[in-house]
């Protein structure tokens, strides 16, 4: 398997600008997260799936933020509109229910809004 | 709510064993993990333990738990400076089923 695959890996953009990042989960993985990671906040939790369907999202930090599940392959994080305080790495992770619970983390998608 | 905690910094001598400490609120954590974070990347399962064990050792890393102080290690043997990385420890929160983070710990190794 190739992992999880996020796009693109790095933006840029200006601020006001509406961002998409996306991604691509490991198959037959039922679960996916999305991380926001800064020097200041660490690694936060946005927002999590479970088949699909969005579990908690209070780690959403404001309505500017969006994410998406239209399939078990596929889902989008949007901002809109950006801003300066966006700028971070952005982490997309699966895992499946069972086992351990390990969760399988992208590459990550370095966002920089100027 | 559940949180995790770590120091942030550890500065250790190559070759020498590193140990890095976190504690945990939540107790009913069924697993908790290690995970390391290498510049540029994400991040990636190192080792983890079940919570009824209080030791799990596998080649160079040592994790021990402590479930009565809710207090998990990692130690590496012999550290090498492909050791250097954020390490996160992480607890399964099984009731909601999301995996809580700590801030990691940024292991630096020095000549």
């Known amino acids: 398997d190739a992992g999880v695959i996020q796009s693109p890996r790095h933006e840029v953009t200006e601020m006001g600008q509406e961002v998409t990042l996306r991604c691509k989960p490991i198959?037959?993985?039922?679960?996916l997260f999305w991380y926001r990671q800064t020097m200041m906040r660490g690694l936060e939790l946005l927002i999590y799936?479970?088949?699909?369907?969005?579990?908690?999202d209070s780690g959403m930090p404001e309505d500017r933020f969006s994410a998406k599940m239209p399939n078990a392959s596929f889902s989008t994080l949007k901002i809109q509109p950006s801003e300066p305080r966006d700028s971070a790495v952005y982490f997309c992770?699966?895992?499946?229910?069972?086992?351990?619970?390990?969760?399988?983390f992208g590459p990550g998608t370095r966002l920089t809004v100027l | 709510g559940e949180d995790v905690e770590q120091s942030l910094f550890l500065s250790v001598r190559e070759g020498d064993s590193s140990v890095i400490n976190c504690t945990y609120t939540?107790?009913?954590?069924?697993?908790l993990y290690w995970y390391k974070q290498e510049p540029g990347a994400g991040l990636q399962l190192l080792t983890y333990?079940?919570?009824?064990?209080d030791m799990k050792q596998d080649q160079r890393l040592t994790v021990l738990l402590n479930k009565k102080d809710k207090h998990l290690s990692l130690r590496i043997a012999d550290t090498q400076t492909g050791d250097s990385a954020i390490y996160f420890c992480a607890g399964l929160y099984s009731s909601a089923s999301k995996i809580i983070f700590g801030s990691g710990t940024r292991l630096s190794i020095r000549p």
């Open positions: 992770a699966s895992s499946t229910s069972g086992g351990n619970n390990e969760q399988f």
């Open positions: 939540d107790s009913s954590s069924t697993y």
């Open positions: 198959s037959g993985h039922d679960y």
């Open positions: 333990i079940f919570s009824n064990m």
């Open positions: 799936f479970n088949n699909n369907v969005p579990i908690d």
